[in-house]
T-cell receptor, first 113, second 112 residues
Framework: NAGVTQTPKFQVLKTGQSMTLQCAQDMNHEYMSWYRQDPGMGLRLIHYSVGAGITDQGEVPNGYNVSRSTTEDFPLRLLSAAPSQTSVYFC????????????FGPGTRLTVT | GNSVTQMEGPVTLSEEAFLTINCTYTATGYPSLFWYVQYPGEGLQLLLKATKADDKGSNKGFEATYRKETTSFHLEKGSVQVSDSAVYFCALSSRGNTPLVFGKGTRLSVIA
């Protein structure tokens, strides 16, 4: 059981570039989420999904897209990177719902120059 | 809306000292409350949780009691170790599958 995996671990982008952060879980969890972590801000929810084919916006969705075509995968797409998106991104999943224990991936550190 | 307020860090303690990290919340209804811990270079892990008033969550020597009358969920440990050095996050989720709302985190450093 690998749990929640994220790739890449580190990424540097130039302003305006696009990229996809990958997230996969092998626990057959229905619920998956993306958070960003910034100093002094805690974690803020970007998007979440309650099952394959269903996604919804969180607190800070602008500039990000998600899709959920399978239970296992929940990629996060940056459409046109901006310096304000420099952050550490965490993917999380849970079995029974958002009230259940969230299992977090190791994170992706993204720098936009 | 829902919100969580944690005490500002960083907190620096000597080994075997008593730890309290304060957490208060604002929420409608009866939220579930959580403490998550983030060790250096890792993602967050659930430390403990409580789902109703007066419940006490406990794990690895840490405890927190859900106090509805004071809207608080303070984290305590009687004797900290160097290995407890981490960032601690208080979080809540209201009923109905609303996403977790996190506090800003409190960094704890324990020195030998």
């Amino acid at each position: 059981n690998a749990g929640v995996t994220q790739t890449p671990k580190f990424q540097v982008l130039k302003t305006g570039q696009s990229m996809t952060l990958q997230c996969a879980q092998d626990m057959n969890h229905e619920y998956m989420s993306w958070y960003r972590q910034d100093p002094g801000m805690g974690l803020r929810l970007i998007h979440y999904s309650v099952g394959a084919g269903i996604t919804d916006q969180g607190e800070v969705p602008n500039g990000y897209n998600v899709s959920r075509s399978t239970t296992e995968d929940f990629p996060l797409r940056l459409l046109s990177a901006a310096p304000s998106q420099t952050s550490v991104y965490f993917c999380a999943s849970s079995r029974g719902g958002l009230l259940d224990e969230q299992y977090f991936g190791p994170g992706t550190r993204l720098t936009v120059t | 809306g829902n919100s969580v307020t944690q005490m500002e860090g960083p907190v620096t303690l000597s080994e075997e000292a008593f730890l309290t990290i304060n957490c208060t919340y604002t929420a409608t209804g009866y939220p579930s409350l959580f403490w998550y811990v983030q060790y250096p270079g890792e993602g967050l892990q659930l430390l403990l949780k409580a789902t109703k008033a007066d419940d006490k969550g406990s794990n690895k020597g840490f405890e927190a009691t859900y106090r509805k009358e004071t809207t608080s969920f303070h984290l305590e440990k009687g004797s900290v170790q160097v290995s407890d050095s981490a960032v601690y996050f208080c979080a809540l989720s209201s009923r109905g599958n609303t996403p977790l709302v996190f506090g800003k985190g409190t960094r704890l450093s324990v020195i030998a």
